[in-house]
């Protein structure tokens, strides 16, 4: 049985210009991805007309899982390209996996592979009900980059099965003690592999990405003084974006470039908000206690942040002016770290209970809340920016890593080595 | 006072040493000593021998303080100080650091420190910076209180990042619970 929600016509592309777009939009692809030091590869799309129809609609409380068979072939690296390109949909919970000679799979997603000269996969997905290709794609890459490849590959079916754009080109920065002890910034890909060093200076500790996934604003204490800097993603250059006396911390980000941060610099901790050029301060709270890790909300009109004007911990919100605060957590005496879900519907954050942190959802209103995680201590959490998963850290199974699960709780797979070290993770915004 | 402490704690071991072993001459030998002798009088009439020997033990730290560096005073002055969980006002029994702190500062005019706030694991990291940062700048105001000059005093927080004591024990996060003191010039 099917759940046919809405269809949709795919736009009707002719053949040249849709070349020339894309042939455009590759090489704003090669800017924003050199700097990540993967070798940029090209998608050529061919034209299609067609139907689109929604197979899984994710905002339907009850998801079905819908059977898919993905089949590689043609190549050693066929394999793998097909293992990766499994896990990553196997992680949204919304597909089974059938093997290519037995029936039942309603979707068949054909990969091609030559790995003549550098990596070419022909994609080509067919809706084994219908009886018709749904989408024919080919990825060139001048390099044997198997696990982007595998990621983009998996966009695409998602894509087709959801009408929704998947995360798996997205990447998380966090925090890895370096071997100095001090912790360092570091980037990985959403599934914990291709992690790389990126800021090695100083002790670091809050970060946050601009929306446009360009550069990362941190917190690094360096010489005892605590300031804010903004990393450059295409150049790794840093420079200081608020520097003063006290504890200046960063807290996030809104689409009109705004940064929302506290700082201690009149004394007790408050919030602020100032413009990716260290230009436009304001000052939007003043209370005698601590008042910090503010964050905007997706359309940027709200505020989340904790405070402990009511004795411990606690999740606020206000408009981003500064006026009508409103507590959202009554629960628990000592709640903090919040993250908007994508929707602005929700606040994750993190919640003591039984001297153990976990990480918990609430309606942004405080009306609705759920528990996530129940073992260990739970931390950080942040959203992908789709809102499906939710990245965090852990202390579960010993030492503190990076975990993924998805917004219902399910799914909670650790994503970074066992034996390293990694907390306080931060999901890009779609990069691409 | 520490030393009067471990003294007192060497008689009664000496004590105990008597009543379980079977070397009792071994542990009767110990009084020779000149310092043993004071410290076992000490034993015997409590309330007034408390009080002489600590006016010695003063003595013997002023003797002690001319050979003794400025680097190893200066440690003995600066203990670090303790908090309770998720407070950050400063507990009586730390005031007596404080001004000894405060009065060694007094001495050493040219002297300037920076006071590190620091806390247990328990909490969130950024909410620790937060509260190391309310930690140090207590330590700072009492000691402004007691007429340091503030331009001589630095605070930073370090949270939770910099731990004195990795154990997950009650022990351990009190130690952590702490202002340290570091001399900077």
Known sequence: ?432 | MKKILIIILLVFAAGCAKKYTKAPDEAVKAPEKPLMEETIEMKEEVIEEVEIPADEMVREEDMASQEMSAEEMARQVFQDILFDYDKYDIRAEARQTLDSVASFLNDEKDLTIAIEGHCDERGTNEYNLALGEKRSKATKNYLVSLGTSPERITVVTYGEEKQLCMDHTEDCWQLNRRAHFVVLK
């Not at chain 1, 000269?117 to 080919?138: A, F, Q, Y």
């Not at chain 1, 912790?183 to 100083?202: A, E, H, P, Q, Y």
């Not at chain 1, 604003?217 to 300031?227: A, C, V």
Request: hydrophobic share 35%; glycine share 8%.
């Open chain 1, 1 to 432: 049985m099917r759940i046919k929600l809405k269809t949709e016509k795919l736009e009707v592309r002719s053949n040249k210009s849709e070349f020339q777009r894309h042939t455009f939009k590759c090489r704003v692809l090669i800017c924003t991805i050199i700097l990540l030091t993967i070798t940029p590869f090209s998608i050529l799309w061919t034209p299609y007309t067609v139907d689109a129809k929604i197979y899984i609609d994710i905002s339907s409380p009850a998801i079905r899982k819908l059977p898919v068979t993905i089949n590689a072939k043609g190549s050693t690296k066929a394999r793998e390209l097909e293992w990766i390109t499994k896990a990553d949909l196997e992680a949204t919970g919304m597909f089974t996996f059938v093997d290519p000679d037995v029936p039942g799979a309603e979707i068949i997603a054909n990969m091609d592979v030559d790995t003549g000269s550098g990596l070419r996969v022909v994609l080509s997905v067919n809706d084994l009900i219908e009886g018709k290709e749904v989408l024919k794609k080919r990825f060139d890459a001048s390099k044997l980059i198997i696990r982007p490849m595998a990621h983009s590959i998996a966009n695409d079916i998602y894509k087709v099965a959801t009408g929704k754009k998947g995360v798996f080109r997205t990447r998380i920065s966090y925090l890895s003690p370096l071997p100095s002890g001090r912790k360092g910034i570091r980037l990985m890909d959403w599934d914990g592999f291709n992690s790389k060093r990126i800021v090695t200076r100083g002790l670091n500790s809050s970060h946050s990405w601009t929306q446009d996934g360009k550069y990362l604003l941190f917190s690094s204490e360096r010489n005892r003084k605590w300031r804010i800097y903004i990393l450059d993603f295409k150049t790794l250059k840093e420079s200081i974006l608020f520097s003063s006396k006290g504890l200046n911390l960063v807290g996030g980000t809104s689409k009109d470039d705004m940064v929302s941060f506290s700082s201690s610099r009149d004394g007790s901790s408050e919030i602020y908000i100032i413009n990716t050029f260290g230009k436009k301060m304001k000052k939007l709270t003043r209370s005698f206690g601590i008042d910090l890790s503010p964050v905007f909300s997706p359309e940027g009109d709200k505020i989340a942040f904790v405070s402990d004007r009511s004795g411990g911990p606690q999740i606020y919100t206000m408009d981003s002016n500064g006026k009508g605060i409103q507590r959202v957590t009554f629960q628990g005496s000592y709640n903090t770290s919040p993250a908007w879900s994508p929707d602005s519907k929700w606040l994750a954050y993190t919640g003591r209970v039984n001297g153990k942190n976990q990480i918990f959802m609430v309606k942004s209103d405080g009306s609705e809340i759920w528990q996530l995680t129940m073992t260990g201590n739970n931390e950080s959490p942040s959203f992908s920016p789709d809102g499906l998963f939710l990245a965090f850290d852990s202390d579960r199974d010993g030492e503190r890593g990076i975990y993924i699960m998805r917004n219902t709780g399910e799914g909670q797979r650790r994503i970074t080595k066992k034996g390293s070290i990694a907390m306080s993770p931060e999901w890009s915004p779609y990069t691409n």
